[in-house]
């Protein structure tokens, strides 16, 4: 057992329910094949997820809890296996839900490594959606200043011979994320440290910065000028499952 798995797990409400993704309707939707059944799905990443087409691929999805809800739930995460095999690896595409999964992990001291502290120690010193600047940063920890990005445009993973992939125009969205790594910048005026996390719901051997957005030289220019400065950029794999979320692996990323 490694260190990581010694902690506590983030643990579902409710166990996620396996299901099939029929079709991507919408930004905001997915068809479900759930029991036989079709369902429509809220669809937590308005992006697209890699270059790759869904249909066909299993799911998890989280049931809506309460009424008022337009859909059946929320899928949670896709697998490139077929739906008949069996040991599915997941990818967490709930985007919001990740901020979840890294507060828990603040707090049980499984992410020590990036913001300082004992490794396994409880902290009560978490506070989320802190103002910095003009951009409120997901969290502060003790005086870490800490912002998480869940990148999917960019999936690396092997991708097996029965998934299709689609041709997707360059990823041009980068300007929050800009905005966000400036402001982590400038909080080391003030003898703060500064870190980006990158949030990983699945075993990505190591994130890279690819050429595939319109405005790449941008962003490249302003990750080296925030690292000179002493933004400090990690990485965290997450292991998603029916039952919850496990920390996997937590390593700095070198730009």
């Known amino acids: 057992m490694s260190a990581y798995e010694a902690l506590p797990a983030f643990e579902f ?3 996620l329910r396996e299901g099939v993704v029929v079709r991507r309707k ?3 939707t997915m068809a479900v094949n759930l029991g036989g059944e079709e369902l429509a799905f809220h669809c937590p990443t308005t992006g697209r997820i890699g270059n790759l087409d869904v249909a066909g691929r299993p799911c ?3 049931m809506a809890r309460g009424e008022g809800r337009k859909t059946a739930g929320t899928v949670e995460a896709v697998s490139l296996a077929r739906p008949e095999d069996a040991g599915k ?4 595409i709930n985007q919001n839900a990740a901020n979840r999964y890294v507060e828990h992990y603040l707090r049980c001291g499984g992410l020590a490594q990036a913001v300082g502290g004992a490794f396994g120690e409880p902290r009560d010193d978490v506070r ?5 600047g003009e951009s409120k940063l997901d969290f502060l920890v003790g005086d870490t200043f800490l912002e998480v990005k869940t990148p999917l445009q960019h999936l690396q993973v092997d991708v097996p ?6 041709k997707a125009a360059p990823f041009s969205s980068t300007g929050r994320m800009q905005r966000h790594v400036g402001e982590l910048a400038k909080s080391l005026a003030d003898h703060q440290r500064a870190v980006l996390l990158i949030c990983c719901v699945y075993d990505n051997p190591g994130f890279e910065l690819v ?3 319109t405005n790449y030289d941008e962003v490249k220019a302003t990750m080296d000028v925030s690292v000179e400065r002493g ?5 965290a794999n997450f292991r998603i499952m029916p039952d919850g979320v496990m920390l996997q692996k937590v390593m700095p990323v070198a730009f």
């Open 13 to 15: 409400v409710e166990p």
């Open 26 to 28: 919408s930004q905001f």
């Open 60 to 62: 998890l999805v989280s």
């Open 89 to 92: 690896d997941w990818i967490g």
């Open 128 to 132: 989320r959606e802190v103002f910095l």
């Open 161 to 166: 011979e029965w998934v299709r992939i689609k």
């Open 211 to 213: 050429e595939r957005s």
């Open 231 to 235: 933004v400090e950029v990690w990485q």
